[in-house]
């Protein structure tokens, strides 16, 4: 019984070195395991159109101003960019478009907000593939210098916006934005 621990012993040990032998000390090593955080951008959000507002205007009012004065309601355009591509064809990323009125909307330094002035002005643009801004110019021109040059440093001092989608393939989005003031 005794001879039989001994060779079991001994075959074991040599299964055991053969086994470390082959596997060349890799069950010895650990692995390093790379882990890469990566955070995605928010899903688009759609666009809710502005619905038009009824309002009652009692008769008694209509003439009648709490101030003593005749008031002008006035009414504000639907206030939405125009895209356009190269080639003219639409240009059908939400997502995108609301970086760039992000980028733009936080440089945008109104000189008459709050105020009862009523200006409109239109900036021309171009981003190009790599998100570079180029050929800012006023398209509309709202009467006011100091309204003018705030909406175009707006669009200047942005700069640079991410690149455009890969899916676009046009070379640069032509993008006419229209900035207001009083509100």
């Not at 009652?56 to 591509?85: A, C, H, W």
């Not at 105020?115 to 900036?123: A, K, M, T």
């Not at 570079?132 to 001092?157: C, P, T, Y």
Request: glycine share 6%; charged share 30%.
């Amino acid at each position: 019984m005794n001879r039989f621990i001994i060779i079991s012993f001994l075959l074991h040990s040599i299964l055991i070195s053969i086994l470390g032998f082959k596997s060349k000390g890799d069950f010895r090593k650990n692995k390093r395991i790379e882990v890469y955080k990566v955070s995605f951008a928010p899903m688009p959000v759609p666009i809710e159109e502005i619905k038009e507002i009824k309002k009652e205007i009692i008769k008694e009012d209509k003439n009648k101003s709490p101030f003593g004065k005749k008031t002008k309601e006035r009414r504000l355009q639907d206030v939405t960019p125009q895209i356009e591509t190269g080639s003219g064809k639409g240009f059908n990323y939400s997502y995108y478009l609301n970086i760039l009125l992000s980028k733009i909307g936080s440089e945008w330094k109104n000189p008459y907000k709050g105020e009862d002035i009523f200006l409109r002005c239109v900036v021309y643009f171009e981003v190009s593939s790599d998100g570079s801004i180029k050929n800012v110019r006023i398209e509309e021109d709202s009467g006011n210098s100091l309204f003018n040059d705030a909406a175009l440093n707006a669009v200047i001092i942005t700069g640079k916006l991410p690149p455009l989608p890969k899916e676009f393939s046009e070379d640069y989005l032509k993008v006419h934005l229209e900035f207001l003031s009083g509100i």
